[in-house]
């Protein structure tokens, strides 16, 4: 897996071995960062589920000042730590160690300008998490939410307080969900 664009372009990452993590591909990345590429620059972003961190790692290499990892599966961490101190970026990046569900939580207070959702397909921790999100008020005024899932599943969202879904688009295999910021 590389970064496909900013000052790591075209680095490659480490990928934990298994079934259990599934990486964001290349094409639903850079459609991320098309969206936001006129608003990521010197921005917070906070990614969930985030695996090898693939994701938050770009958003650094695309101009993010700080990015928020959440993983609590053991061999993804450890490919997250290599990769994170392999660039050099660790003092861009925080990472928590554990469930999702339970550390936004502890993020109370702080607000993202991008947020990016990957959780296990199918599983219903996507609505879940946007609760959360929503109740926290963890998007920042203007701010972004994308969710990904698979194109097999298609989602049906309830109503935000503070956010709204924008737009679904199939990238691959996925649905991109994108949400914007009500306040």
């Keep these: 897996m590389r970064i496909t664009g900013g000052i790591f372009k075209n680095r490659i990452l480490i990928s934990p071995k298994g079934e259990q993590t599934r990486p964001t591909s290349e094409r639903l990345r850079e459609t991320i960062f098309n969206i936001t590429q006129g608003h990521i620059e010197k ?5 969930l589920y985030a695996g090898s961190g693939a ?3 770009e958003a650094i ?8 990892m959440i993983e609590k599966d053991r061999k993804a961490l450890q490919a997250l730590q290599e990769n994170i101190k392999k660039l050099g970026i660790l003092d861009q990046t925080q990472i928590l160690r554990g ?10 207070g702080e607000f993202y300008d991008i947020i990016f959702i990957d959780p296990p397909y199918e599983k219903g921790f996507q609505e879940k998490t946007l609760v959360l999100i929503d109740s926290f008020h963890l998007l920042a005024k203007e701010g972004i939410i994308f969710v990904e899932e698979s194109a097999q599943y298609d989602l049906i969202f309830p109503q935000f307080l503070t956010f709204q879904l924008r737009k679904k688009r ?3 295999s996925s649905f991109l969900y994108e949400f914007i910021s009500l306040l």
Excluded: C, E, P, Q
């Design 55 to 57: 994701v938050g790692i």
């Design 170 to 172: 199939k990238v691959g």
């Design 99 to 108: 469930d999702v569900l339970t550390l936004l939580k502890r993020l109370k």
């Design 43 to 47: 921005k917070t972003f906070l990614d």
């Design 61 to 68: 290499s695309r101009g993010a000042s700080f990015v928020t």
